[in-house]
């Protein structure tokens, strides 16, 4: 089991990627801290995973990240129940879409207080309850961004705005932080079959192909939050870009897909514009390769 007896807190661990998330950590092995605004949702993700028979402890609590004070006496309260922190995902999220001189103001600081004010405050949150002892094992700081950095697609100003922003607070993170046994990483996923994206539909089973399940993005977060990536640092993983790796990692001829000291040089040779988006994640692509295996 990959993460045994680690402490993962997830944000938005209700539905969609969240919840997919907290069911793969209670695979590997994990402990979990569960929020989101809806205690129902939650209960769910919980119940999903006892059912599966994981012997993961699973404390689900109702918080609001823009809610500082709430969302720090929540994290108290697991770190009560499950002691220091391994990983902590700030994944909870939320969009709308209006052309931008129609934005309702209201709906655009809503935006920006979930996705960059609740990034700042899952942090100071957990920043003291975080397991900084063993630089062999470091605590992980994970945020769920998205591929609207860079792409900046139109009519989702508020969202693309707050996940161009998290990637900044990331970098200054990771930069004030690096002497602390703390890794900052994000996963920036395409489009997602969720609510955000799909509304009341998601989950319908009539998603276009190129939309990923949650689920899809399970191995970036598992491997984040596990031993391989305990040197990894201030990276972001595209998800579109592993997938075109994939890809072409099928089509590579077998002496090629052992590894990734194997594949660099074919990928190299076949995509050299992939190759530099994703040659800094071979040790990702090496995970990757070993479960496949
Ligand atoms: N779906 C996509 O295509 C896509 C693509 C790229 C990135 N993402 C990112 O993925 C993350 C997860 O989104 P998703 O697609 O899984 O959406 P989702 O299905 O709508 O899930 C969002 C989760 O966040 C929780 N949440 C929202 N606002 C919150 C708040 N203020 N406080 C606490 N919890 C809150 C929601 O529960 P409550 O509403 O009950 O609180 C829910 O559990 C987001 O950061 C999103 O930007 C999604």
Same mark, same amino acid.
């Given at each position: ?7 993962v807190?997830i944000?938005?661990?209700?539905r969609g ?6 069911i ?13 605004r809806?205690?129902e ?11 599966k ?6 404390v689900?609590k109702?918080a609001?990240?823009t ?6 006496k ?5 770190y009560?129940?499950l002691?220091?922190?391994n990983?902590?995902i700030?994944?909870?999220g939320?969009s ?7 934005f309702?103001?209201?709906k @655009?600081?809503e #935006? +920006?207080?979930t ?7 899952t942090? !100071?949150? $957990?920043?003291?309850l975080? %397991? ?20 900046a ?9 707050s996940k161009?922003?998290v ?8 930069s ?5 046994n703390?890794? @900052?990483?994000? #996963? +920036?996923p395409?489009?997602v ?6 509304? !009341?539909? $998601?989950?319908?089973?009539? %998603?276009a ?13 598992l491997?984040?939050?596990s ?7 201030d990276?972001l993983?595209?998800?579109f870009?592993?997938?075109e ?6 089509d ?10 194997n ?19 071979? %040790?990702l692509?090496n ?7």
């Amino acid at each position: 089991m990959l993460l045994k007896g680690k402490n993962v807190i997830i944000t938005g661990a209700g539905r969609g990627i969240g919840r997919a998330i907290a069911i793969a950590c209670a695979e590997e092995g994990a402990n979990l801290g569960l929020v989101s605004r809806t205690m129902e949702e939650i209960n769910q993700t919980k119940e999903i995973i006892q059912s599966k028979g994981f012997p993961s402890k699973v404390v689900i609590k109702v918080a609001d990240v823009t809610n500082y004070d709430v969302l720090s006496k929540v994290f108290k309260e697991f770190y009560e129940e499950l002691g220091p922190f391994n990983g902590v995902i700030a994944n909870a999220g939320y969009s709308r879409m209006w052309a931008t001189h129609e934005f309702i103001n209201e709906k @655009f600081s809503e #935006i +920006l207080d979930t996705n960059v004010l609740g990034v700042f405050y899952t942090f !100071k949150a $957990a920043y003291g309850l975080m %397991k900084k002892d063993d630089k062999k094992d470091k605590a992980r700081f994970i945020i769920t961004g998205s591929e609207a950095y860079p792409n900046a697609p139109p009519r989702l100003t508020a969202y693309v705005a707050s996940k161009y922003a998290v990637v900044g607070m990331q970098k200054a993170m990771a930069s004030e932080y690096k002497r602390e046994n703390i890794n @900052f990483n994000m #996963i +920036l996923p395409t489009q997602v079959d969720t609510r955000l994206l799909r509304g !009341k539909k $998601a989950g319908d089973g009539n %998603k276009a192909d190129h939309v990923l399940d949650p689920s899809d993005l399970n191995e970036y977060y598992l491997f984040l939050l596990s031993d391989y990536a305990n040197r990894v640092d201030d990276i972001l993983i595209f998800t579109f870009d592993i997938k075109e790796t994939k890809k072409l990692l099928l089509d590579a001829p077998d002496d090629k897909k052992e590894s990734w000291d194997n594949f660099q040089d074919y990928l190299k040779k076949e995509s050299p514009e992939l190759y530099e988006k994703v040659k800094n994640l071979g %040790k990702l692509i090496n995970f990757i390769i070993s479960r496949e295996k």
